[in-house]
């Protein structure tokens, strides 16, 4: 579903999945990953509709955060979490970099920039955003909404044509479901997709750019947990040295230009917001979608389900580091880095899963054609459909099912890798 397609003949993907790699990489996605049983016509028809809602549906949103101020009346402000980013940077470079990291002082800006009253909104981001952030200080808020959600879409979208060599990125990447839960929240899981799915599939091309864009994800450290592992695994020599290099420069600057002082106020907060957001499960847990989170809505203390990530995360590094010793398929060793991530953090959110893009026309590539291939193809649409249904899952169930659609997928690409090295 959701796939842009050439084919009038519509083919499905058992008969895709035959081709020879090199050539399916050069289809278009929908004849790539498509069921037998749906018509790439009506998928693209559907695509185009979703995108149409989605949008509309975006904009009403937006619309109805006016009501007072840039506010719903209530205590959520116009474009979501982007308040967030966009305060930071401010504050940061045009006012008082230590109020980043003030809960009271960061609140007051908040509510006096938006003119209504807010709901505890915090800077949960390393220094190190502030840097990459630099340029949201120039703005007013609104065009600034409008640069980061169109630039970060736009980012999407250029790295996931690598991937997708054959044609239809356009449409898959406007039609990704977490592509519309990240623009609803203003959040960056576009970005974070962009570096990730973008750095990986250069790697053997551009190892040094890809390093710097894999580098650039310390701005959100959980995602980046298993990349010092696979980069090592894989004698990726370069592009663990560009990544270095690029996280020791971008910690250096924001240490240079805003004092070691930010730094420590952070691991202040992030303690604080660990045990409130994360141990205590309050707020927002129905979008989370991470192993630690599943254990707590089950029952488990605090520590037990520290104890269940930990292992998931154990198994996880083992199984990434095995697949890209072993030089599995570039598209199987991505995808078990990019889910095993999901099963190692115990931080994820719904919104970071617009990555799960990569996963699709990954495993679509390089896959294979045999029985398990075709399986784990099939799987990595539970991680395409997550996003918009774990929300809504987590209010009628009261559990967080995350992991229940990612390990699927992840346990039979794993499957592909070990086939291949018997």
Same mark, same amino acid.
């Not at 502030?130 to 970060?152: K, N, Q, R």
């Not at 998931?312 to 598209?331: I, K, N, P, Q």
């Not at 649409?381 to 995350?402: E, H, R």
């Given at each position: 579903?959701?796939?842009?397609?050439?084919?009038?003949?519509?083919?499905?993907?058992?008969?895709?999945?035959?081709?020879?790699?090199?050539?399916?990489? %050069?289809?278009?996605?929908?004849?790539?990953?498509?069921?037998? *049983?749906?018509?790439?016509?009506?998928?693209?028809?559907?695509?185009?509709?979703?995108?149409?809602?989605?949008? $509309?549906?975006?904009?009403?949103?937006?619309?109805?955060?006016?009501?007072?101020?840039?506010?719903?009346?209530?205590?959520?402000?116009?474009?979501?979490?982007?308040?967030?980013?966009?305060? !930071?940077?401010?504050?940061?470079?045009?006012?008082?970099?230590?109020?980043? +990291?003030?809960?009271? %002082?960061?609140?007051?800006?908040?509510?006096?920039?938006?003119?209504?009253?807010?709901?505890?909104?915090?800077?949960? +981001?390393?220094?190190? #955003?502030?840097?990459?952030?630099?340029?949201?200080?120039?703005?007013?808020? /609104?065009?600034?909404? %409008?640069?980061?959600?169109?630039?970060?879409?736009?980012?999407?979208?250029?790295?996931?044509?690598?991937?997708?060599? !054959?044609?239809?990125?356009?449409?898959?990447?406007?039609?990704?479901?977490?592509?519309?839960?990240?623009?609803?929240?203003?959040? &960056?899981?576009?970005?974070?997709?962009?570096?990730?799915?973008?750095? /990986?599939?250069?790697?053997?091309?551009?190892?040094?750019?890809?390093?710097?864009?894999?580098?650039?994800?310390?701005?959100?450290?959980?995602?980046?947990?298993?990349?010092?592992?696979?980069?090592?695994?894989?004698?990726?020599?370069? *592009?663990?040295?560009?990544?270095?290099?690029?996280?020791?420069?971008?910690?250096?600057?924001?240490?240079?230009?805003?004092?070691?002082?930010?730094?420590?106020?952070?691991?202040? &907060?992030?303690?604080?917001?660990?045990?409130?957001?994360?141990?205590?499960?309050?707020?927002?847990?129905?979008?989370?979608?991470?192993?630690?989170?599943?254990?707590?809505? #089950?029952?488990?203390?605090?520590?037990?389900? +520290?104890?269940?990530? $930990?292992?998931?995360?154990?198994?996880?590094?083992?199984?990434?580091?095995?697949?890209?010793?072993?030089?599995?398929? %570039?598209?199987?060793? &991505?995808?078990?880095?990019?889910?095993?991530?999901?099963?190692?953090?115990?931080?994820?959110?719904?919104?970071?899963?617009?990555?799960?893009?990569?996963?699709?026309?990954? #495993?679509?590539?390089?896959?294979?054609?045999?029985?398990?291939?075709?399986?784990?193809?099939?799987?990595?649409?539970?991680?395409?459909?997550?996003?918009?249904?774990?929300? /809504?899952?987590?209010?009628?169930?009261?559990?967080? #099912?995350?992991?229940?659609?990612?390990?699927?997928?992840?346990?039979?690409?794993?499957?592909?890798?070990?086939?291949?090295?018997?």
């Amino acid at each position: 579903m959701l796939l842009r397609t050439t084919s009038r003949a519509g083919f499905a993907m058992q008969r895709s999945l035959e081709l020879p790699a090199d050539q399916r990489a %050069a289809q278009p996605i929908g004849e790539r990953v498509l069921p037998a *049983a749906i018509r790439p016509e009506f998928a693209q028809a559907f695509a185009r509709c979703w995108i149409l809602v989605t949008a $509309a549906f975006y904009a009403w949103d937006l619309l109805r955060h006016t009501k007072v101020g840039l506010t719903d009346g209530v205590d959520q402000p116009f474009g979501g979490d982007f308040l967030n980013y966009w305060s !930071g940077a401010v504050l940061a470079w045009r006012e008082a970099a230590a109020d980043v +990291y003030d809960w009271q %002082a960061f609140h007051a800006f908040q509510e006096r920039i938006v003119g209504g009253t807010l709901d505890f909104y915090h800077y949960s +981001y390393p220094p190190v #955003l502030l840097v990459l952030t630099a340029p949201l200080a120039t703005l007013p808020y /609104l065009p600034a909404l %409008a640069l980061w959600t169109a630039s970060g879409w736009f980012s999407f979208y250029r790295a996931l044509r690598l991937a997708v060599p !054959g044609g239809g990125a356009l449409l898959f990447a406007l039609a990704t479901p977490a592509v519309f839960i990240n623009a609803v929240g203003g959040q &960056n899981g576009t970005w974070t997709a962009a570096l990730l799915g973008g750095g /990986l599939c250069l790697l053997k091309r551009r190892p040094i750019v890809a390093g710097i864009l894999l580098g650039l994800l310390i701005y959100k450290p959980q995602i980046g947990v298993l990349l010092p592992i696979a980069l090592l695994a894989g004698r990726q020599w370069k *592009a663990f040295a560009a990544a270095a290099v690029t996280v020791a420069g971008l910690v250096a600057i924001s240490v240079v230009v805003f004092g070691p002082e930010v730094w420590a106020d952070y691991f202040r &907060n992030a303690t604080v917001l660990r045990h409130a957001i994360l141990e205590d499960g309050s707020g927002v847990w129905h979008r989370m979608v991470s192993v630690f989170v599943f254990a707590r809505r #089950l029952g488990a203390g605090v520590e037990t389900a +520290y104890a269940v990530q $930990a292992a998931s995360a154990l198994v996880a590094a083992a199984v990434v580091a095995y697949a890209w010793f072993r030089d599995a398929a %570039a598209g199987i060793r &991505n995808t078990l880095l990019v889910l095993g991530t999901c099963l190692a953090t115990p931080y994820l959110q719904d919104y970071d899963l617009v990555v799960g893009a990569f996963v699709v026309v990954w #495993l679509a590539a390089d896959a294979g054609h045999s029985p398990a291939a075709k399986q784990a193809v099939q799987m990595s649409y539970l991680v395409l459909l997550l996003p918009f249904v774990a929300a /809504l899952l987590g209010k009628i169930t009261g559990l967080a #099912l995350g992991p229940l659609f990612i390990a699927p997928a992840f346990a039979a690409s794993a499957r592909l890798s070990l086939a291949r090295a018997a």
